[in-house]
């Protein structure tokens, strides 16, 4: 594969593939070849030659699995990883909301990639005030100022797709108004073709190279995030759904100044949910939060199967009611959601139990029901980001510790094969969920509460929850219902008790308690 040979095919296939894409787009009669930009063509096709041709020719002539030959392969994914990040800056639209993906896959990628590629979230493309003025004319008919008494030219956030104005209505209401970027709706379809066809032809050089799964999720996933109407509606479902978290705070929508393209909410403001700082100085318990968060998430995966997919802290806000002293938690951004089918969210409820009890047959049986087959291990490890021996431990009995991170993050480089193969086989709703999973745990390092048990305990709660409902929407029998029902009951009570156990341990009550007994058992 290392060979000179080798690397001209590489070049070869990229030429193949423009004049492939040309053709394509010559006779398709929906696209415009004008607007796809040879420029745009050219640039993706150069650096997908250029990263290729690196991969082939830095390691073929160093043993594999020497010191030397990791410390190159490094370099190689460090030089890559900036040009794609590049790549993603000069193209923008499709290409950074791709590349935001990657780098958000943690502990599935190698490192000097997710590093890299953190940086698109803060590097999104900005849309000029002409083009902001074209789009609300286009969409809803009237100027800006016959719209808004103000409007700040400065965005409050840019992202991939669109960008968010504060402004205040003509009857007084202070909005956020999110604006898609032109251009993005026309070019979105041809930058996916356009990756689709790279990602083939990197495919026949590199035949362990299984990323197809980005394409065919972008494919699904883009054009639901482009529809504005669709994020409002989600946005409705989810307040409804997690009304009973007096904590959660969700943007009305306004939907009589809202289309495809603009979206009309309701203004609110906060720190980011991983500003500890912010945290701090406002007097917000970082543990509740944390533990909130986990409740939020809990109960969209595995109660109601419907979960918002980009918890990145841009998009979870965190405020202090000076009133009332309460915290709450903001969720923005509500484009991408993955809903759960039954049968996958019963079988991933079963499997995060049997990882929180260490049961580990159930851990095999439930990751191949999954779709892991024999790299169950590798999969248990990707869905908690700890080791398999704290997998086997139990991943509640004790904290990530510096040296086990460190560890799962050298495994995304060294298994990166078999890691895209499971990408590659297990179902699409997964996807989504390890990229949840990896964005929360992100939030989690940064507030230093990874891995509580408190977390764990409502992971528990729900799990059985969920469990237990879908077995008594399966059962024609009275008692078997009512079996189902006690079951559950003492499950949770079970879980409350430990948690008070817990709680007693760790308060002045608990070690007063301690110390009381000890010298009762002392004295007698």
């Not at 956020?176 to 495919?203: G, N, R, T, Y």
């Not at 997964?430 to 408190?454: F, P, Q, V």
Request: charged share 25%.
């Amino acid at each position: 594969m290392g060979s000179p040979i080798m690397a001209r095919r590489a070049l070869k296939l990229a030429s193949l593939a423009t004049a492939a894409s040309g053709i394509y787009l010559y006779g398709n009669k929906f696209m415009d070849p004008n607007d796809f930009g040879v420029v745009r063509v050219g640039r993706a096709i150069a650096t997908t030659a250029v990263i290729t041709y690196d991969y082939l020719t830095s390691l073929r002539n160093v043993p594999y699995g020497s010191e030397e030959y990791d410390v190159l392969k490094s370099q190689v994914h460090l030089r890559s990883a900036e040009r794609l990040r590049e790549l993603c800056c000069a193209n923008r639209g499709t290409f950074i909301k791709v590349g935001q993906h990657l780098g958000a896959l943690d502990y599935l990628l190698p490192e000097e990639y997710t590093r890299t590629l953190k940086v698109l979230h803060s590097q999104a493309p900005q849309s000029t005030r002409q083009e902001i003025e074209q789009v609300i004319r286009e969409d809803l008919g009237k100027e800006i100022k016959e719209l808004f008494v103000s409007f700040e030219d400065t965005p409050l956030g840019a992202a991939s797709l669109a960008q968010v104005h504060k402004a205040v209505l003509q009857d007084g209401r202070t909005v956020a108004v999110k604006i898609q970027h032109p251009k993005v709706q026309a070019q979105s379809s041809k930058d996916i073709f356009l990756m689709e066809v790279l990602l083939l032809v990197v495919k026949q050089i590199f035949p362990d190279f299984e990323f197809m799964w980005l394409v065919e999720e972008a494919k699904k996933n883009l054009p639901l995030e482009l529809d504005f109407l669709n994020e409002g509606r989600n946005a409705e479902k989810v307040a409804q759904m997690l009304k009973n978290f007096d904590f959660l705070k969700v943007p009305r929508i306004y939907w009589e100044l809202s289309t495809r393209r603009v979206l009309l909410m309701e203004f609110m403001e906060g720190g980011q949910v991983n500003d500890k700082a912010y945290m701090e100085k406002n007097g917000i318990d970082v543990n509740e939060i944390s533990r909130n968060l986990g409740k939020l998430y809990s109960e969209m995966i595995f109660v109601n199967g419907f979960v918002h997919c980009d918890p990145h802290p841009g998009n979870v806000l965190v405020k202090k009611c000076s009133d009332s002293g309460k915290a709450y938690i903001i969720l923005l951004d509500h484009g991408l959601y993955q809903v759960l089918s039954e049968s996958f969210r019963m079988d991933y409820c079963r499997l995060w139990q049997a990882l929180i009890k260490a049961d580990m047959k159930r851990v095999q049986k439930y990751s191949r029901r999954l779709g892991a087959g024999d790299l169950y291990p590798l999969f248990a490890c990707m869905l908690t980001a700890r080791s398999w021996e704290s997998v086997n431990r139990g991943i509640g009995q004790s904290p990530v510790s510096a040296s086990e991170d460190v560890e799962i993050r050298s495994n995304a480089a060294a298994y990166l094969p078999q890691i895209t193969q499971l990408l590659n086989n297990v179902p699409r709703q997964m996807l989504l969920l390890l990229k949840t999973n990896d964005l929360l745990r992100g939030i989690e390092s940064a507030l230093h509460t990874r891995a509580s048990a408190s977390s764990f305990l409502n992971m528990s709660r729900c799990c059985i929850r969920a469990v237990s409902t879908y077995q008594r929407s399966k059962s024609h029998s009275l008692y078997r219902r009512i079996h189902i029902s006690l079951t559950e009951a003492l499950s949770l009570w079970q879980i409350n008790l430990y948690e008070l156990f817990l709680w007693l341990k760790g308060s002045r009550l608990g070690n007063w308690v301690v110390v009381f007994l000890s010298r009762m058992h002392h004295f007698t």
